[in-house]
Each structure stands twice: as structure tokens, then as C-alpha cells.
């Protein structure tokens, strides 16, 4: 189908008025709006995080094309029905406590959508109760912490252990990333992923979901 591909053309390119015109144009010949999403939206958005890993694409290509990709969110998002909404998996994310850096966390966050995740944003200076309570709220699956500092990565360690104690732990797979952060140091807090960047979390999510 034409319209998809070149939906997902302009995305990558990072024209927002062309990607809105388009998703408009599909939407009147009666393409349907979850269609327009995954294979308009959602793969374009797929390669832009492919060059991304890739060093082809950089931080403002992927900023550019996420606002792009938004632009056609907004025009088709209302008119999806709320079973098609409720299908999302839900991933609650934040920066940790004492720790106030938000690019990584903005950029992973954009790319979980353009995966297809609905993103709930705790924002930065999470306190291991706000995540537990966001998780509590919201119930979602996954729970993704960035941290930039090596000095706040401890602050992951007691999220983990907020969520035991709130008896929250076996229903939510955590995701933990940043810059000082490695497997070894996943693995030794006891969070179920790593991902070392934007891309690779979107990837890590679906493994966890299918696990």
C-alpha cells in the first residue's frame, strides 16, 4: 500500500506537515487509523532507530522524526477505538532519584512509542515510592529507570527493592539504562533488562513482554 510507505518516508525524513497531510489523505480513502499507526508510523519509526544504531541517524534526526511521528499520532489517535488503545503495553519511565538528566530518558521514551508502547513519563528525581505508586496506578508491565550519574545508580537498586516491599516486584519487569550502567550492574541489582541504548530498549521491552 502506497500511502503507508510514503506515511513512513516522510516520518523518517522528518516532515511533520507532509507526514499529517498524508495520514489525512489516508484516513478520507478509508485506510484504517490503527494501520496508519503500526505500518505508517510505528515502522517508520523502526528505522529511524535502525540508523540510529547504526550512527547513520544522530540525536536531532531522532528528535525530528519523533515530533513527525507525534504530528500523525495526534490526527489519528482519536479515532481509534478503545480496544485498539487498550492493546498497548504500558511502560512506566523515569530518571532516578537525585539524578536530573532527561535527554536519554526523552529519546528512550520517544522510541518506545514509535514501538508501539504507551509511555507513562515520571520525569526526572523519581523517588522508588513515585515509581511504585506510578506502577500501582497505571499497572503496567514494564518499569524503565535511566540514570546518568554513578552516584544515583544505587537509587535503582532501592526502586527494586520499593517494589518487593509494595509486593509489586513479580508483576513488573524493570529496565534499567544510562551511561555508567552495564549488564554486570543490571544483572547484580536484580533488574530483568539492560539496554544500552534508545534503540536497544525498545527491543529489550518486547523480549521482556514475551518472557
Not at 54 to 72: C, D, S, T
Not at 126 to 149: D, G, M, N, R
Amino acid at each position: 500500500m502506497g500511502e503507508l510507505s510514503s506515511i513512513s518516508e516522510a516520518l523518517i525524513k522528518g516532515d511533520a506537515n507532509k507526514v499529517k497531510k498524508l495520514a489525512e489523505a489516508a484516513l478520507k480513502k478509508g485506510v484504517k487509523p490503527i494501520d496508519i499507526i503500526n505500518k505508517g508510523l510505528i515502522s517508520g519509526m523502526s528505522v529511524v532507530g535502525e540508523k540510529f544504531k547504526k550512527n547513520e541517524f544522530y540525536v536531532p534526526e531522532v528528535l525530528i522524526a519523533a515530533r513527525a511521528m507525534h504530528a500523525g499520532m495526534d490526527m489519528v489517535k482519536p479515532l481509534l477505538s478503545k480496544s485498539e488503545i487498550a492493546a498497548a503495553d504500558k511502560v512506566v519511565i523515569g530518571t532516578v532519584k537525585g539524578d536530573l538528566h532527561d535527554i536519554g530518558k526523552n529519546l528512550v521514551s520517544m522510541m518506545l512509542e514509535g514501538g508501539g508502547f504507551k509511555v507513562i513519563d515520571t520525569g526526572i528525581d523519581v523517588s522508588p515510592e513515585k515509581f511504585t505508586q506510578a506502577i500501582k496506578e497505571s499497572k503496567a508491565p514494564i518499569l524503565a529507570l535511566s540514570a546518568l550519574l554513578t552516584t544515583t545508580m544505587t537509587s535503582m537498586k532501592d526502586t527494586i527493592q520499593a517494589l518487593k516491599k509494595a509486593g509489586l516486584r513479580k508483576d513488573v519487569k524493570v529496565m534499567v539504562g544510562g551511561a555508567p550502567l552495564t549488564q554486570k550492574y543490571a544483572d547484580e541489582i536484580g533488574a530483568d533488562g539492560y539496554a544500552p541504548d534508545a534503540s536497544s530498549a525498545v527491543d529489550k521491552a518486547k523480549e521482556l513482554m514475551k518472557g
